[in-house]
């Protein structure tokens, strides 16, 4: 069965940091772009960062530009999410979603993604 599965989540003080792992198993992600996406209460979920399946096209959303930094280990086949700086505005659940693409770019659009973790929580608050 393919799945991603998220960890890395916690609650974490305004300005800390916190790493955020997409894992994946029962596939290899080496030919998947990986989105990162999140979805705070009462509102719509959101993209965060996606990154090429060579790794070398990433994409932000412009609210986490310059804080956050995706990468990818295809030996580990993990993705990860770097998030510094963080601020109260960035609590909520964070997704990662994997798709099949031969694409340069990686797909910014949730619609666009077959696979999807089941989430981690991100609070940030003092």
């Known amino acids: 069965q393919l799945q991603v599965v998220e960890s890395g989540g916690g609650l974490v003080q305004p300005g800390g940091s916190l790493r955020l792992s997409c894992a994946a198993s029962g596939f290899s992600l080496n030919f998947y772009a990986i989105g990162w996406f999140r979805q705070a209460p009462g509102k719509e979920r959101e993209a965060v960062s996606c990154?090429?399946?060579?790794?070398?096209?990433?994409n932000y959303t412009d609210s986490v530009k310059g804080r956050f930094t995706i990468s990818r280990d295809n030996a580990k086949n993990t993705v990860y999410l770097q998030m510094n700086s963080l601020k109260p505005e960035d609590t909520a659940v964070y997704f990662c979603a994997a798709e099949r693409w031969w694409r340069a770019t990686c797909p910014q659009r949730g619609n666009e993604y077959g696979y999807w973790g089941q989430g981690t929580q991100v609070t940030v608050s003092s």
């Open positions: 990154i090429s399946s060579s790794g070398a096209s990433t």
